[in-house]
């Protein structure tokens, strides 16, 4: 039950807008109407408006990036001006995306208290934006590591980036990413309807990861009967695969992956990758499909191989597990239901807001 609290007072400070980042939508976006019924006043403010949501990961589009670009600079200049007004402001991944911690540092100069929250290793110089690799070179690496040392408290969610700050900061909670497990609903029958679907949800930005895959998925392909079925990059393709691609939506992102036999979550075995809190492989094993997931950073903190889900890292590896899955449905079963087990006591909601409650509390009294 919400407590009597004093109310409090939250500027939260974001790239996009609600709904639309895997970054957001599993961390603090899902806790906003928990956070407010525990007696916080939340405002909203998105860096990247609705229309440039639109084209901001497209390529090309440049002169429309650069004119809502600067309209994001002038929505954060009236940010500023009110900043006084709240107890806290929450700040995820950076205030404004390009050059030197200018804003940053006037934030921290205007902002009774800060919260950042990171989920990504952006301050790697080794990360490049697949639709804008020009603008990729402007990215301000030297944000986080400022924002590290003078926030109030840091949030990260995982080891990697918790270590780091660390370094930087004395007062680090680590929160997992999140599945709501009352959205997340989970399969009950896992007898295939037909060919099995073998699934991969994801981004325009991320698909590149799946193609990873393309021998192994060639591979199967000459001895099992699947479809792969492809969310968030409607122009994928692999050639010799019956695949079905679709752009991401909400209103149905929740009923495509429920739809999966098996989830892949295929990732490249680089640093920046070490900053990636699992979410794919949580949203599959909260819903029931059981998760092939290569072998790297959060992914062998989330799955324990064998039991709910499996991890792998060769080419031959990728093509047992799968076959192993494809041939046994009740090996789907038991893998999709210990990951329902997992999620639930590890990773959802319930089992992590009360964490986001005690850091805010702690400023009640200052």
């Known amino acids: 039950m919400p407590s009597e609290r004093k109310n409090k007072r939250i500027l939260l400070l974001c790239p996009n807008p609600e709904g639309y980042a895997p970054g957001q939508r599993l961390k603090y976006e899902q806790y906003l109407d928990i956070f407010r019924?525990?007696?916080?006043?939340?405002?909203?403010?998105?860096?990247?408006?609705?229309?440039?949501?639109?084209?901001?990961?497209?390529?090309?589009?440049?002169?429309?990036?650069?004119?809502?670009?600067?309209?994001?600079?002038?929505?954060?200049?009236?940010?500023?001006?009110?900043?006084?007004?709240?107890?806290?402001?929450?700040?995820?991944?950076?205030?404004?995306?390009?050059?030197?911690?200018?804003?940053?540092?006037?934030?921290?100069?205007?902002?009774?208290?800060?919260?950042?929250?990171?989920?990504?290793?952006?301050?790697?110089?080794?990360?490049?934006?697949?639709?804008?690799p020009l603008i990729s070179r402007f990215k301000g690496r030297t944000k986080p590591v400022y924002l590290f040392r003078v926030s109030d408290h840091v949030i990260t969610s995982t080891d990697t980036i918790e270590e780091f700050a660390r370094k930087l900061n004395d007062h680090v909670v680590s929160i997992p990413v999140s599945i709501n497990t009352e959205v997340y609903t989970p399969r009950t029958d896992y007898a295939a309807k037909g060919r099995i679907t073998i699934g991969w949800s994801g981004s325009y930005s991320t698909s590149p990861y799946l193609h990873l895959l393309d021998n192994v998925l060639r591979t199967l392909r000459s001895r099992y009967d699947f479809r792969l079925l492809v969310m968030g990059d409607e122009n994928f393709r692999i050639e010799g695969i019956d695949l079905e691609?679709?752009?991401?939506?909400?209103?149905?992102?929740?009923?495509?992956?429920?739809?999966?036999?098996?989830?892949?979550?295929?990732?490249?075995?680089?640093?920046?990758?070490?900053?990636?809190?699992?979410?794919?492989?949580?949203?599959?094993?909260?819903?029931?499909?059981?998760?092939?997931?290569?072998?790297?950073?959060?992914?062998?903190?989330?799955?324990?191989?064998?039991?709910d889900g499996f991890l792998v890292k060769t080419e031959e590896e990728w093509i047992e597990a799968l076959s192993r899955?494809?041939?046994?449905?009740?090996?789907?079963?038991?893998?999709?239901?210990?990951?329902?087990?997992?999620i639930e006591e590890n990773y959802s909601v319930h089992a992590n807001y009360s964490k986001y409650l005690e850091i805010f509390d702690s400023y009640r009294s200052r």
């Open 37 to 132: 019924a525990h007696g916080f006043e939340i405002t909203v403010s998105s860096f990247i408006s609705e229309p440039f949501q639109q084209i901001v990961y497209k390529p090309g589009h440049y002169v429309q990036k650069a004119f809502y670009t600067l309209g994001g600079y002038l929505h954060r200049i009236g940010d500023l001006f009110r900043i006084r007004r709240y107890d806290i402001v929450y700040i995820a991944l950076w205030v404004t995306p390009f050059g030197a911690p200018l804003f940053e540092r006037l934030v921290r100069l205007l902002a009774r208290r800060i919260v950042y929250d990171i989920d990504d290793m952006i301050f790697l110089d080794t990360v490049k934006s697949k639709a804008s």
């Open 245 to 307: 691609a679709i752009p991401w939506k909400e209103s149905y992102e929740v009923e495509t992956i429920r739809s999966f036999d098996i989830g892949l979550y295929p990732l490249p075995t680089d640093d920046w990758v070490l900053g990636k809190g699992g979410g794919k492989a949580l949203q599959y094993m909260s819903l029931g499909v059981p998760t092939v997931a290569t072998g790297i950073g959060a992914n062998f903190k989330i799955i324990t191989p064998g039991v």
């Open 325 to 342: 899955l494809i041939e046994d449905a009740s090996l789907r079963e038991r893998i999709g239901r210990r990951g329902i087990s997992t």
